[in-house]
């Protein structure tokens, strides 16, 4: 998925500027520190109003590479949406599990198409799926907790690691409503596992917001959110959800319903998220 176009929000351009293709990671920023007060970013991003402002306020403040994992769900092609219009120079991957609906894919190459850049793929190490595989059965998942979240681990978890390596700040699409386990995100955190400052820029959305954005800047997004999914994972473990239920309800239904994540966004201690 290689096709490019040039793309910016005429809304976003100063008057005669020229219309400019967008290159994951940009131009150089001058080099500078470590972010050493993460509370003080978090302040900050929490006054300004704008996505597009709020991701060009994180880049100016971390330095070195900053990355943006996307699950091609509403909040994350809001979030891409903004980064094209912005022209901030981050870079965007998404995990390929092997077992996506092919809903997902589509949305991945339209996406690619609008906004005119490539989004890294990362896969999983082919020796641990085979082998992750051959312990627990194609669908060994549904047997057990610890399965499950082997799984995870191997699909998702570990190439979100490589596709982190080197980064200093890592960008995603977390909003405190979506469940129970996120009414605490912040904007911005230190990820000690990871090495780096991970940032929910539109962490203070509501859904109402979200849909807003999308619908005004007619961001593509996956067809299945109008078929009653509005959390889209795996196929084998994603279900449409009924009235009333939880934002996640769908993911990995047959478990018990308290803590339901797959290990890409375990939360640190209030300590280490503030140092």
Known sequence: MSMKSSYQSDATKAPGSKRVALRPGGAQRPARGPVRDVAALDRRLAAIDRLEDRLHEITNAIPGRVTFSTSLGLEDQAILHAIAASGAGIHVFTLDTGRHFPETLETLDESERRYGLNIRVVAPDAD???????????????????????????????????????????????RRSQSTERTETPFAERDQAHGLIKVNPIADWSLEQLEAYIAANNVPINPLHAKGFPSIGCRPCTRAIKAGEDLRAGRWWWENEDGKECGLHNRPNKKEAAA
């Not at 799926?129 to 979240?149: Q, S």
Request: a positive charge; aromatic letters at 4%.
């Open 128 to 174: 641990e799926l085979e082998a992750l595989v051959a312990r627990d059965g194609i669908n060994g998942f549904r047997l057990a907790v610890e399965n499950r979240k082997a799984c995870c681990e191997v699909r998702k978890v570990r190439p979100l690691k490589r596709a982190l390596a080197g980064a200093q700040g890592w960008i995603t699409g977390l």
